[in-house]
């Protein structure tokens, strides 16, 4: 009985709760009833990808948008597509926007609010990250106050700006074409041209006039980052291959007037600018991969050096010589860019600055960088060439070291110091290596740090009665005494902890595309029935096509083919599979470029996963481990190999928590014993890890690494057939020493719950 | 009994095969006793090359056999076939290689069905001994005979593996692409390129294998670096040779093919 009720409940419970709708619901200041359709759905995206700041800044927004008075439609497109936005460029966005409404809504534009909302969504996609965004945004505000005017006359009367709205409509067209400073110029042309012309600027504004068009085509020149992400991706995975290659994020150079930024790298990537154009007969992409090829030659070969010792001039002078031995190594490895490095750096004219009335310490500095890069220059200031032959012979066995670039450097300030030097003025033509990034990375300045610190400050945490089943001991190999520890880890193993099967389900509806698409291939996994195998000597029945062949050959004195019947198989899958979920504390942490965790992005990846495989219908279950020492290694049971896909299953997904370490080895072991007592023919065993093993106990890195490996080969003579999904961007260090072949590496986490179903299907295919 | 000329599966002249490690001393122990070898490793590392090599150094003769899914048990242990006057026994490769003591390599093993790997069963264990069913003949295999497969782990394909009980009947060795010195001296020796650029080539193939599991099923085998050395030798633009023989066999994702193309650029200056 009880469960009947909650069945016709399901609808309804797979949502919000109603006290917390209502709740959120009364935050939301806002009276339309037709807002009431959607708000639920919006507030169960938002739930999703807000924090707790993040929703009631999404509340506060929606309710400014709404105050505003300027009908439904520019509420429904907030409450629809801020959450995403919020997500992928920062919440700060939510503000943002609410603001820029508020502020438009305050001028005599504020018809054009439902078309500014409404590029919003497709804006943050192209644009990448919030300072684009609100550059789009002021840039955007500014177009409307320039162009809307003000009559002065016995009573102030203000009109709208013509072309605001025709232009918001042609904004998706016009972002997919231009970079945001393409933007910037297409607009500015359109207000210096025609603010005073209503008609010809309505024209222009919405690429109906011919110069509108031309201009249009003049700024799309460049190559635009976001069209070539992967790309260079895939340059640095090849070229550069790192244990980690950086997250790419890209900045606007349009709104820096006075000096361009330059690309930089710090802990959360290489910075580099949205669009390149060709340049001196390097095409845009060419200068992307020169840029990264730079910054990853300072990753690979750079070192720290304390700042606080140096003067600015000192720091820049060290500067220019290691950034020559990296271009120097790249050309060494690469003979091929030489050329794109000739062409990119600047040959200054060695007589073009004038020491009397300007500061030449750029100028000098980059003649000599230029000289120590190509030794067939033609300077003929003795220091140069000085500098540069020690600047050879330095690079000549070997590498060098950024501490000998450091002393170079520092005798090159020393000698060539002027007076001059300090001037205001500063000789800045053809100084700028445009390749180069800012060389953040090279300095570190002790003074502001506190080293105390870096304490330890790990806190233990309390032991926690692990409840369940009496412990299971396993062994566990040590490598260097090449023999097992036995019944070294003791394993626990217990039934995983339920929450709101709801909320899987949820995450489900969300990848409702994905799951279409899955289902497609799923069909053709299928197991048929029956299927026909030809060509065969003995079968059950006769094949007549190759029959009447065969005899036509004999006839005809050739040798007839006696592969004449046919048979049917039963054509059944028949595997096991147990998916094995590494749950330690690193799946909390935000995944690269996004704003789920792992943990959460795992949740959605098996959520689909499970689904897809009970369609097909394969023996299937699903636990998850973690450890904190030998003597606790913990083994959840979530889905068992005669349970189905259900609430009870779900429920037990979507309390999922994450903590403590990564003792591999055992939880194979443990997981291969149930594999084993399986009758199918085939069987794998699936681990989902984002990292190497590891535990507190252990101190050796090798050690657990060895172990696992072990445990893969114990698999492998059980008939189970290991397989390492690894989202660790490090993973090229180690999977192979435990996986051998049998690995592969999720290189965009939010890719993962796409991946990993269809991972799944090609490896049982 | 057999109408075959063992003769003619004679290695004749030395094959080039570069060691890579202790694999020719290994392979020679396990010959002494017998048994039979599995050789795995990516596609184009060498494998073929190595058996080949072993049987000339061994002085024995060299039987390959390509498997393929439509590969029947027949196809390996032979036939009764029609003529004329009735019908005849055809040997199948794998039998003449038990009887007349040859090595039988049985190259690409897991593309067979797997009813047609078993027949290597009872050959592969202290029997050595091969029955012809339709014949009525059991076969003693010859003193020399020794059987070797081949086996390319990458496929990545849970239902394309071997089972248990057959990869349990053999020893193993890892193949996989020299590293960058001998695999430079490969293609020098291979087709007389200059060291320098046969370096280059290498530097290439390594590179390329980062981009495996990325994109690319495979790497750039050793296979395709000896194309690309030999188009060269043979007058061809380095740069053209590389993305004849190293970029558009191996992919048709215009990503990766703008990548490689631009290593290659960036290598050859
Ligand atoms: N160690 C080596 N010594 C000499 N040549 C080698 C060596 N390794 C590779 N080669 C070259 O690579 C080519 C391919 O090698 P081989 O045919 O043996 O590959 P394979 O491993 O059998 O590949 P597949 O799995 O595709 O059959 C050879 O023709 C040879 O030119
Ligand atoms: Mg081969």
Redesign the pocket.
């Known amino acids: 009985m009880v469960i009947a009720v909650s069945k016709t409940q399901k609808a309804k419970t797979s949502r919000l709760s109603p006290e917390q709708l209502l709740a959120y619901r009364d935050q939301f200041k806002c009276n339309f009833k037709a807002v009431d359709n959607v708000f639920e759905d919006c507030m169960e995206e938002a739930v999703y990808r807000l924090s707790e700041q993040g929703i009631s800044d999404y509340l506060e927004g929606a309710s400014r948008v709404t105050m505003i008075g300027r009908g439904l439609e520019p509420i429904l497109t907030y409450l629809e597509e801020m959450p995403q936005v919020a997500h992928d460029l920062g919440e700060e966005t939510l503000n943002m926007v609410a603001e820029a409404v508020w502020a438009l809504s305050r001028t005599a534009n504020g018809k054009s609010i439902p078309a500014f909302v409404q590029t919003i969504g497709i804006a943050s996609r192209r644009l990448g990250c919030k300072e684009s965004l609100g550059q789009y945004i002021s840039l955007v505000m500014q177009m409307m106050a320039r162009t809307a005017s003000s009559v002065y006359g016995w009573k102030q009367t203000s009109y709208p700006s013509p072309g605001a709205i025709s232009m918001l409509e042609q904004m998706p067209y016009l972002l997919q074409q231009l970079s945001l400073i393409g933007l910037k110029n297409w607009i500015e042309y359109g207000i210096t041209n025609y603010h005073n012309h209503p008609e010809r600027q309505k024209d222009y504004f919405s690429l109906q006039s011919a110069d509108a068009r031309a201009v249009l085509q003049r700024e799309r020149h460049g190559t635009l980052f976001m069209d070539h992400e992967r790309q260079l991706n895939l340059y640095l995975q090849a070229l550069w291959f790192e244990e980690e290659i950086p997250l790419l994020v890209p900045y606007s150079e349009a709104f820096d007037q006075l000096r361009k930024p330059h690309p930089y790298y710090d802990q959360l990537g290489f910075r580099i600018p949205d669009v390149y154009g060709d340049l001196n007969g390097v095409s845009g992409i060419n200068r992307y991969r020169m840029v990264l090829a730079h910054m990853a030659g300072h990753r690979r070969w750079s070192h720290q050096l304390i700042a606080d010792n140096y003067s600015p001039f000192q720091r820049m002078a060290v500067e220019h010589f290691e950034d020559c031995r990296i271009d120097y190594l790249i050309m060494k490895n690469y003979p091929g860019l030489e050329s794109t490095i000739k062409a990119l750096h600047p040959q200054p004219d060695e007589w073009a600055c004038n020491p009397e009335e300007e500061s030449c310490i750029r100028h000098r500095l980059t003649m000599i960088s230029y000289a120590m890069l190509f030794p067939d220059h033609d300077y003929e200031n003795s220091d140069v060439i000085d500098f540069a032959q020690r600047f050879y012979a330095a690079m000549a066995d070997g590498q060098s070291t950024t501490n000998e670039m450091a002393s170079l450097g520092l005798s090159f300030v020393a000698r060539t110091r002027k007076q001059s030097d300090q001037y205001s003025s500063v000789h800045f033509k053809d100084t700028e290596v445009f390749y180069r990034d800012d060389n953040r990375h090279l300095w570190q300045f002790i003074e502001e740090g506190d080293e105390e610190e870096m304490w330890d400050k790990r806190v233990h945490k309390e032991e926690e009665e692990v409840q369940g089943l009496p412990p299971r001991h396993y062994p566990e190999w040590d490598y260097n005494s090449n023999n097992y520890r036995p019944d070294w880890v003791s394993l626990y193993e217990s039934l995983h902890p339920s929450g709101q099967a709801s909320k899987i389900d949820q995450l489900l509806s969300k990848h409702d595309a994905l799951a279409k698409r899955l289902k497609r291939l799923l069909e053709m996994l299928k197991p048929q029935q029956f299927v026909r195998v030809r060509y065969q000597e003995e079968g059950s029945e006769l094949d007549l096509d190759v029959a009447i062949r065969s005899l036509i050959d004999f006839k005809s004195g050739a040798q007839p083919d006696p592969r004449i019947n046919m048979s049917h198989q039963h054509d059944g899958r028949n595997i096991a599979v147990m998916l094995l979920l590494d749950l330690s504390a690193s799946l909390n942490e935000k995944a690269a470029g996004s704003n789920q965790t792992i943990l959460e992005l795992s949740q959605e990846a098996v959520a689909l996963t499970a689904w897809a495989v009970e369609q097909l219908g394969d023996e299937f279950a699903i636990a998850g481990f973690c450890s904190n020492s030998r003597h606790e290694v913990r083994y959840q049971h979530i889905k068992g190999f005669s349970e189905h896909w259900d609430d009870n299953v779900k429920g037990r997904l979507a309390a999922m928590e994450a903590g403590y370490s990564t003792r591999m080895g055992a939880a194979m072991r443990h997981a291969a014993h149930y594999l084993e007592a399986r009758k199918a023919d085939k069987k794998l065993l699936l681990v989902l890890t984002d990292g190497e093993p590891a535990d507190i106990d252990v101190t050796d890195d090798k050690l657990l690494i060895h172990d696992s490996h072990k445990a893969v080969q114990e698999l492998d003579q059980k008939g189970i057939y290991s397989h390492c999904i690894n989202l660790d961007p490090k993973a090229d260090e180690y999977v192979q020493d435990i996986f051998g072949q049998q690995y592969t590496v999720i290189d965009k986490l939010e890719r993962l719950p796409e991946k990993l179903p269809q991972l799944f299907m090609a490896l049982t295919k | 009994m057999s109408q075959v000329d063992i003769n003619q599966y004679l290695i004749k002249e030395k094959p080039?095969?570069?060691?890579?490690a202790r694999e020719v001393e290994l392979y020679a122990a396990a010959y002494n006793n017998r048994l039979p070898v599995m050789v795995k490793?990516?596609?184009?590392?060498?494998?073929?090359?190595?058996v080949e090599y072993m049987a000339w150094k061994l002085g024995k003769p060299l039987i390959t056999v390509a498997c393929n899914e439509d590969m029947t048990a027949s196809d390996l242990v032979g036939r009764y076939l029609l003529d004329a006057n009735g019908t005849h026994w055809q040997d199948g490769p794998l039998t003449t290689a038990a009887r007349l003591g040859a090595i039988c390599y049985l190259?690409?093993i897991v593309e067979a069905r797997q009813d047609t790997t078993v027949v290597i069963h009872p050959l592969t264990d202290h029997r050595r001994a091969l029955p012809l069913d339709k014949k009525g003949e059991l076969i003693k295999a010859h003193p020399d005979f020794q059987l070797v497969i081949?086996y390319?782990p990458g496929y990545q394909s849970l239902m394309k593996d071997l089972k248990q009980s057959t990869k349990q009947r053999f020893v193993g060795f890892d193949?996989d692409y020299?590293d960058a010195a001998?695999e430079t001296d490969?293609l020098h020796?291979?087709t007389g390129l200059d060291t320098a650029v046969a370096e280059k080539l290498v530097q290439i193939g390594i590179k390329a294998r980062n981009l495996k599991g990325h994109g690319l099923d495979e790497g750039v085998?050793?296979?395709l670096l000896?194309y690309a050395a030999t188009l060269i030798q043979d007058g061809v633009d380095a740069k053209d040779a590389c993305r004849m023989a190293l970029v558009r066999p191996i992919t048709d994702d215009v990503d990766i093919r703008a990548t490689l193309d631009h290593m290659i650029d960036a290598i050859f200056a």
């Open positions: 080039f095969y570069q060691i890579q490793g990516p596609t184009g590392c060498g494998k073929s090359r190595f190259d690409e081949s390319n193949f020299a001998l490969i020796q291979e085998s050793t296979r000896v």
